[in-house]
């Protein structure tokens, strides 16, 4: 069984200061973990992954995020928020089995950007 | 590389009848098509897996009579809602995984489309 947590339903930033974005998972198998951003009546798009190589997995537009296996947490950072990056984000956990296995999506966090 | 494309991306139809949502990959082959639903403001609601080839299999309380998949081809997917009522009103979205490359491990999703039945 697999489960995604993400702790904050809304956050808010000003534009050019960190963005935080909390994510937990839990899973019976060593997991894939992945970011996906959706912006307003868009599909989403993929931010970033985590496959069992690197903890430290850096993605698009400037977003990274870290796999913290004793704390069961993907936290999704960027250094500077900027005003394009308001959308709403899911985190994603499926077990990493090699095979086309289902994803779980965590609830979303709605980012908002103020100037 | 890895892009997905869905249309229509909007449609608009009256109840009682059919409505057809083709999703395509565009620069790869997908082994594994996925479609859900989004309610708004909600998370992504699988409905149903579809491998090239075979019987999709549909997620628990997903009516597959209601909600046609065919996956004929490595490169489309598609979903047919048979006699639509507006509760099946909702955003709807196809995503594609593949069996190697980039897209072996990751699921690539197309922007969605949006039905509104009357």
């Known amino acids: 069984a697999q489960s995604v947590t993400q702790l904050d339903s809304h956050v808010s930033v000003s534009e050019g200061t960190p963005v935080l974005l909390r994510c937990n998972y839990s899973?019976?198998?060593?997991?894939?973990l992945f970011w996906y951003v959706q912006h307003p009546n868009k599909g989403l798009q993929l931010l970033l992954k985590y496959t069992s190589a690197a903890t430290l997995v850096k993605g698009i537009n400037g977003f990274e995020a870290e796999f913290k296996k004793s704390e069961t947490s993907f936290h999704l950072t960027k250094p500077s928020a900027h005003m394009s990056d308001a959308a709403e984000y899911f985190c994603?956990?499926?077990?990493?089995?090699?095979?086309?296995?289902?994803?779980?999506f965590g609830t979303g966090t709605r980012l908002q950007v103020t100037l | 590389g890895a892009v997905v494309s869905q249309h229509p991306s909007r449609v608009i139809c009256k109840s009682g009848t059919s409505v057809k949502i083709e999703c395509r990959s565009l620069?790869?082959?997908?082994?594994?098509m996925f479609w859900y639903r989004q309610f708004p403001k909600q998370s992504l609601m699988l409905m149903a897996t579809s491998n090239e080839g075979s019987k999709a299999t549909y997620e628990q309380g997903v009516e597959k009579d209601k909600f046609l998949i065919n996956h004929a081809s490595l490169t489309l997917s598609t979903l047919t809602v048979t006699s639509a009522h507006p509760e099946d009103s909702s955003f709807y979205i196809c995503?594609?995984?593949?069996?190697?490359?980039?897209?072996?491990?990751?699921?690539?999703f197309g922007p969605g489309t949006r039905l509104t039945v009357l």
């Open positions: 994603v956990v499926t077990p990493n089995t090699g095979t086309a296995s289902k994803l779980t």
């Open positions: 995503s594609a995984r593949g069996g190697g490359g980039r897209a072996r491990d990751t699921q690539y």
């Open positions: 620069d790869f082959q997908a082994t594994t």
């Open positions: 899973s019976s198998y060593s997991p894939s």
